[in-house]
């Protein structure tokens, strides 16, 4: 689950002298320092750090970091506050920060965007920014719209010794290596190869021998959900999703669909307790936002009760006669 800021972190001595260390760091204009610092924390804690500071030095700090850890640090937050972040500096840092962002994070932010900023932004993104487009024309709640581009794939007639060497420079780029797909010469998606596996094998083997032809994969069309039953089922990290002709579109991680379960986790709750639907997680959503959520239907039940009332004071000597109509009460 994403971290909101402003959520409630409880306030320690830890973080109370690593707020006033970054405030210092910041104020000195010790950017190399403060990235050393940051270096040594997970993106999470950071997030904590965070909420203890204000807009100001929060945008100090985001200009302060390098992008990528920048890109870490702002994965790990809320929708709500990606955009927020983002809104707070200007075009040219923020198209660097969502460069360094994994596609299918920096989609949803951008998609969160008014118009005319994101086209700003996917402007100044050049080539990352045509593949953020590409994912944009998808349906939020499909396969399509929650996988990533940056994945890893070699062909079926590659040794194993040129694959390795094409994994060194590959791998940097890529969400996830846990799995490598396997390609025809038409691109097309043929099997699926763990690293361990490759690891193992003899170096002049070809891939085609020691490839799994037995590759499941997801249209990119089909329901989020679709994806998520997979993922439950055979307990996978990471799920191909291809096109009509199967070829390889993108991957779904197994923290996708964490997200995924969780919004379907959040939907459940609210019908449950007969809400108005959510824009972030339950447990992510503030008091008052579940208050205001939840009014409009008590407002509902409350007219039906009232409605109800009325007709059984009408029929009040009726019932009285009769107590066997009593069972009939709704």
């Given at each position: 689950m994403r971290a909101p800021l402003g959520g409630g972190v409880v306030v320690d001595e830890k973080y109370t002298a690593l707020v006033?260390?970054?405030?210092?760091?910041?104020?000195?204009?010790?950017?190399?320092?403060?990235?050393?610092?940051?270096?040594?924390?997970?993106?999470?804690?950071?997030?904590?750090?965070?909420?203890?500071?204000?807009?100001?030095?929060?945008?100090?700090?985001?200009?302060?970091?390098?992008?990528?850890?920048?890109?870490?640090?702002?994965?790990?937050?809320?929708?709500?506050?990606?955009?927020?972040?983002?809104?707070?500096?200007?075009?040219?840092?923020?198209?660097?920060?969502?460069?360094?962002?994994?596609?299918?994070?920096?989609?949803?932010?951008?998609?969160?965007?008014?118009?005319?900023?994101?086209?700003?932004?996917?402007?100044?993104?050049?080539?990352?920014?045509?593949?953020?487009?590409?994912?944009?024309?998808?349906?939020?709640?499909?396969?399509?719209?929650?996988?990533?581009?940056?994945?890893?794939?070699?062909?079926?007639?590659?040794?194993?010794?040129?694959?390795?060497?094409?994994?060194?420079?590959?791998?940097?780029?890529?969400?996830?290596?846990?799995?490598?797909?396997?390609?025809?010469?038409?691109?097309?998606?043929?099997?699926?190869?763990?690293?361990?596996?490759?690891?193992?094998?003899?170096?002049?083997?070809?891939?085609?021998?020691?490839?799994?032809?037995?590759?499941?994969?997801?249209?990119?069309?089909?329901?989020?959900?679709?994806?998520?039953?997979?993922?439950?089922?055979?307990?996978?990290?990471?799920?191909?999703?291809?096109?009509?002709?199967?070829?390889?579109?993108?991957?779904?991680?197994?923290?996708?669909?964490?997200?995924?379960?969780?919004?379907?986790?959040?939907?459940?709750?609210?019908?449950?307790?007969?809400?108005?639907?959510?824009?972030?997680?339950?447990?992510?959503?503030?008091?008052?936002?579940?208050?205001?959520?939840?009014?409009?239907?008590?407002?509902?039940?409350?007219?039906?009760?009232?409605?109800?009332?009325?007709?059984?004071?009408?029929?009040?000597?009726?019932?009285?006669?009769?107590?066997?109509?009593?069972?009939?009460?709704?």
């Open positions: 006033e260390n970054v405030k210092q760091l910041l104020s000195e204009g010790s950017t190399e320092a403060l990235t050393n610092l940051v270096d040594s924390l997970h993106p999470a804690d950071v997030v904590d750090i965070l909420e203890l500071l204000d807009d100001s030095a929060r945008s100090a700090f985001f200009h302060a970091i390098p992008a990528g850890k920048a890109a870490d640090i702002i994965q790990e937050l809320d929708p709500e506050d990606q955009t927020e972040v983002i809104r707070m500096m200007g075009s040219a840092r923020s198209s660097e920060i969502l460069r360094e962002m994994d596609s299918d994070d920096a989609a949803d932010l951008i998609g969160d965007l008014p118009e005319a900023k994101a086209e700003t932004l996917l402007d100044l993104m050049d080539s990352e920014g045509d593949d953020v487009r590409e994912l944009l024309r998808y349906d939020e709640d499909s396969s399509g719209g929650i996988m990533a581009t940056e994945y890893v794939t070699v062909n079926m007639e590659w040794t194993v010794e040129k694959t390795l060497a094409e994994l060194r420079h590959l791998a940097p780029e890529a969400e996830t290596v846990y799995y490598i797909y396997v390609v025809d010469a038409d691109e097309r998606l043929v099997g699926v190869l763990s690293l361990r596996d490759l690891v193992i094998a003899d170096l002049k083997r070809k891939i085609s021998s020691i490839m799994s032809r037995n590759v499941l994969a997801v249209p990119v069309e089909a329901d989020q959900e679709e994806a998520a039953q997979l993922f439950k089922k055979y307990r996978y990290l990471a799920l191909p999703v291809v096109d009509n002709d199967n070829r390889l579109a993108g991957i779904i991680t197994a923290d996708d669909i964490l997200d995924v379960v969780e919004e379907e986790a959040t939907e459940d709750i609210q019908k449950i307790a007969g809400t108005m639907p959510l824009d972030r997680p339950y447990f992510a959503t503030s008091i008052k936002e579940l208050w205001r959520s939840r009014v409009v239907w008590l407002m509902v039940l409350f007219l039906a009760e009232s409605i109800t009332g009325k007709i059984l004071q009408n029929f009040s000597t009726a019932m009285q006669s009769v107590i066997e109509l009593t069972f009939f009460i709704p």
